[in-house]
């Protein structure tokens, strides 16, 4: 049976600022003593989770995050016809149930992530409060689930501080993608023109700015426990199927949103290697300690990472039970058997 579903991907990005430090700039590490672009993995889970290949995908199985369930139920109360201060009280218990409240009484203090059931069973309660005009009882704010069917809480995991019975164990591991190479990130110096600048006195740029930027073959990696999935989905392993095929099809297909408008680097992988099996997963990341130099990137990465993994193999013994590899760059392979294949079809 499979137990894990590792992919090792290889994607190409043009000049971009896919994933932003806090001056503005694109993230780095440094790795093998050389300085990596880097996109976190708190950027590439947000941005598959959000895709519409994965909100498609999953419709009706997605949770929300929030800090604003509070004020959300308060303004429902209060066009219910409740009084300020008991919506501002009752929306408070409600809210309380998913975490500690900041100091208005209504907002969350972390982003609590709410999957569909409980969304439904806080909805339910409200328009219960509204008819019957009364606070809710402490068997009523028994809202909280163990098994969500949310998706992106039984791939991501959640933490509730405020209640950590109800915590939910990630089943996919993301790891932090880098480039291959070495990189330089580069300034790009631009102006914009002011279209009512007409006369001589107005000549000149009417904003001047500035951003950094870089282009890389990143190397992304991600390890789906199967048997942590449908455990967390509660044994349906139907949904967990359609999950790992979501989130692998966002995963080759959906680049980062930073700065996309200034940059349009949208990008698909260009090689994935996919593994299933029951063998404690590793990341091929070693791969590139030594920095790529051929000048073609593509070919020399793919070549490093098979052979890495070929030594794993030769060490340790077979690191998975079978193997799928899909590359662009010689139009082999394809998304659908990529599909089939993580979920063992």
């Not at 895709?51 to 219910?80: D, N």
């Not at 600048?197 to 190397?219: P, Q, S, V």
Request: proline share 3%; aromatic share 6%; glycine share 8%.
């Amino acid at each position: 049976m499979t137990h894990f579903i590792q992919l090792h991907m290889l994607t190409s990005y043009p000049p971009a600022n896919l994933n932003r430090d806090d001056l503005g700039r694109p993230k780095t590490a440094t790795m093998g003593g050389a300085e990596r672009l880097r996109v976190s993995s708190q950027s590439l889970k947000r941005n598959w989770r959000v895709s519409r290949v994965f909100q498609q995908a999953l419709a009706g199985h997605l949770g929300t995050r929030t800090k604003r369930l509070g004020p959300e139920i308060h303004e429902r109360l209060v066009a219910g016809g409740i009084p300020e201060k008991k919506a501002v009280a009752w929306a408070g218990k409600i809210a309380h149930v998913f975490g500690k409240l900041q100091k208005d009484g209504l907002h969350i203090e972390q982003l609590a992530h709410i999957s569909p059931e409980e969304r439904r069973a806080v909805d339910e309660l409200t328009e219960t409060l509204i008819r019957e005009q009364r606070e809710p009882t402490e068997k009523e704010l028994d809202l909280l689930r163990h098994t969500p069917s949310a998706a992106d809480i039984a791939l991501f995991g959640r933490m509730l501080a405020a209640d950590p019975g109800y915590n939910v164990e990630a089943a996919c591991q993301v790891a932090h993608a880098i480039t291959t190479h070495r990189v330089v990130v580069e300034d790009d110096y631009f102006t914009a023109v002011d279209d009512l600048n007409t006369g001589e006195e107005d000549r000149g740029a009417g904003h001047i700015g500035e951003n950094g930027f870089a282009a890389g073959l990143f190397y992304s990696y991600l390890c789906i426990d199967r048997e942590q999935l449908v455990d967390n989905f509660g044994g349906d392993t139907e949904l967990a199927d359609r999950a790992v095929e979501a989130l692998t099809e966002a995963a080759v297909k959906v680049a980062p949103r930073g700065k996309q408008n200034s940059f349009g680097s949208h990008a698909y992988a260009s090689y994935v290697r996919a593994e299933r099996g029951g063998q404690q997963p590793r990341s091929l990341s070693v791969a590139f300690l030594k920095p790529v130099q051929d000048h073609d990137y593509g070919e020399a990465s793919i070549r490093v990472l098979e052979q890495q993994a070929e030594n794993f193999d030769q060490v340790y013994g077979a690191c998975a039970d079978s193997v799928y590899t899909l590359n662009a760059l010689k139009g082999t392979g394809s998304l659908d058997e990529l599909k089939r294949f993580v979920v063992g079809a």
